[in-house]
């Protein structure tokens, strides 16, 4: 990267730090010295600048591959929610270590607060099923 392209960064960032100093001591009152607002354009501006530089890769890349470990169980769960009518609907799946469904399940919710709740709902019907399924089991 060129000198001049470096002056060009360093000058934005110190622009934008001093426009959102300038933010936080008119909404909030928080004043910084001058020294450590100084500081903390140079480190800012340096770790951008390091960050055009390529690094230089000496080490080989081993490529490792994750398998699942058998007898393991994946619960996936996802939830809906209608704020008009403060209603939604919850399901979840249960997978095996092959990615094959064991067993999947669904339903509906009415007077709820928020798809927050709807999400622990259907969390909650999925770790039951898999304490039925013999889920933790020694």
């Known amino acids: 990267m060129k000198a001049k392209e470096n002056d060009k960064i360093k000058m934005a960032i110190t622009l934008w730090y001093l426009w959102s100093k300038q933010n936080a001591v008119r909404e909030e009152g928080r004043r910084r010295s001058s020294e ?3 500081r903390s354009i140079r480190s800012y501006a340096d770790e951008v ?5 390529p690094e230089k890769q000496t080490r080989l ?8 470990p058998p007898g393991v169980l994946k619960l996936n769960r996802d939830a809906s ?5 403060a209603s ?20 509906e ?26 889920a933790w089991e020694d």
């Not at 890349?61 to 699942?68: C, E, G, L």
């Not at 929610?81 to 009518?85: G, L, N, R």
């Not at 609907?89 to 339903?107: E, K, P, Q, T």
């Open 61 to 68: 890349k081993v490529k490792r591959q994750w398998t699942r």
């Open 81 to 85: 929610f209608k704020e008009e009518t």
């Open 109 to 134: 919710i009415d007077y709820m607060l928020s798809v927050f709740q709807a999400e622990k709902v259907g969390c909650l019907h999925g770790v039951q099923a898999a304490l039925n399924l013999g």
């Open 49 to 53: 600048i390091k960050s055009f530089i």
């Open 88 to 107: 939604g609907s919850w399901g979840f799946l249960i997978r095996d270590h092959d990615g094959d469904v064991v067993l999947a399940g669904r339903g």
């Open 36 to 38: 450590l607002l100084a």
